[in-house]
């Protein structure tokens, strides 16, 4: 079993930055990979960066490229996502989930669990 709580979420100005973190607990991490996606309202969630856990790899939604940095602290068992040049369309709730088996996935059936998510607003 694996618990997942994000963290960070809040209240932005366009042009603003914010840092989400994910905190993962239950289980020893080795090679997972930790993914984020996002959910706005009226809107599918889709899928914004994910990471492998041991080896760093990354992968980006292609709109988030260059905005949207994931990365991961394994001694704090925590992955990061920070966002930059925040805007108002970035408004979502977003959710951190992590996938135990497979490459790096962008689908939410690729990931085993998920956290309760944390509200973004990015006001214009």
């Known amino acids: 079993q694996v618990s997942l709580v994000e963290s960070g979420g809040g209240l932005v100005q366009a042009g603003g930055s914010l840092r989400l973190s994910c905190a993962a607990s239950?289980?020893?991490?080795?090679?997972?990979?930790m993914g984020w996606f996002r959910q706005a309202p009226g809107k599918e969630r889709e899928f914004v960066a994910a990471i492998r856990w041991n080896g760093g790899n990354t992968y980006y939604a292609e709109p988030e490229k260059g905005r949207f940095t994931i990365s991961g602290d394994n001694t704090k068992k925590t992955v990061y996502l920070r966002m930059n040049s925040l805007k108002p369309e970035d408004t979502a709730v977003y959710y951190c989930?992590?996938?135990?088996?497979?490459?790096?996935?962008?689908?939410?059936?690729?990931?085993?669990?998920w956290g309760q998510g944390t509200q973004v607003t990015v006001s214009s």
């Open positions: 239950g289980r020893t991490f080795s090679n997972y990979a």
């Open positions: 989930a992590v996938r135990l088996q497979g490459p790096l996935g962008r689908t939410e059936s690729d990931y085993d669990y």
